[in-house]
Nanobody, 116 residues
Framework: QVQLVESGGGLVQAGGSLRLSCAAS????????ITWYRQAPGKQRELVAT???????NYADSVKGRFTISRDNAKNTVYLQMNSLKPEDTAKYYC??????????WGQGTQVTVSS
């Protein structure tokens, strides 16, 4: 099994930056990729960014050029650097992964609020 713990959320003004962290523990060596999702009240969950073990990244169009996903394998941690934040980025952010034979794993989420 895997445990995922997010941190780094908070309140920031539009145009500001935050860095989210997703720390993995347990059978983290089995993780092939980690994805950041977000969900705003009354809206569907949205994929934000994904990073594979090999470092391949993928971003939602809405965050391209503003967000950067990275990983520190020594720390079993994935980061989401968010720059030029907009009020529409306000949401609860979750990291997630999938292990074959075990299913999806999710963290508890971290709230990001961007004020205008």
């Amino acid at each position: 099994q895997v445990q995922l713990v997010e941190s780094g959320g908070g309140l920031v003004q539009a145009g500001g930056s935050l860095r989210l962290s997703c720390a993995a523990s347990g059978s983290s060596f089995k993780i092939n990729f980690i994805t950041w999702y977000r969900q705003a009240p009354g809206k569907q969950r949205e994929l934000v960014a994904t990073i594979t073990n090999g470092g391949t990244t993928n971003y939602a169009d809405s965050v391209k050029g503003r967000f950067t996903i990275s990983r520190d394998n020594a720390k079993n941690t994935v980061y989401l650097q968010m720059n030029s934040l907009k009020p529409e980025d306000t949401a609860k952010y979750y990291c997630s992964t999938f292990l074959t034979g075990f299913g999806n794993y999710w963290g508890q989420g971290t709230q990001v609020t961007v004020s205008s």
